[in-house]
Nanobody
């Protein structure tokens, strides 16, 4: 079973930046499609970023375009979500999900999910 773990969340002041990490127990994350989702109490789960196998396609929710960026770093088993100019609207749980093949934008039926990491934006 593939294990997925998010990290990097925490308390951050408005206007600051935060980078979340997603680490998977796989040989290389480049062979997987992945998405970042967020879900706050009382709201539906929202897809915020998608990266396809081999990074051929990257998509972002309209609400975070120009603010968030998803990328793969030097570590083969880790990808990141960089969040800039944070506001209280970004105070949610963030989840990472991966799968063996490409997904359509906002498609939520990924095979492997992390437990989430909490982001709280407050002064």
């Amino acid at each position: 079973q593939v294990q997925v773990t998010e990290s990097g969340g925490g308390l951050v002041q408005p206007g600051r930046s935060l980078t979340l990490s997603c680490t998977a127990s796989v040989l290389t994350l480049a062979s997987y499609a992945a998405s970042w989702f967020r879900q706050a109490p009382g709201k539906e789960r929202e897809a915020v970023a998608y990266i396809s196998v081999s990074v051929y396609v990257i998509d972002y929710a309209d609400s975070v375009k120009g603010q968030f960026s998803v990328f793969r770093g030097p570590a083969k088993t880790t990808m990141y979500l960089q969040m800039n100019n944070l506001t209280a609207e970004e105070t949610t749980m963030y989840y990472c999900a991966i799968d063996h093949w490409n997904r359509k934008w906002k498609q939520g039926n990924y095979s492997y999910w992390g437990q989430g990491t909490q982001v709280t934006v407050s002064s």
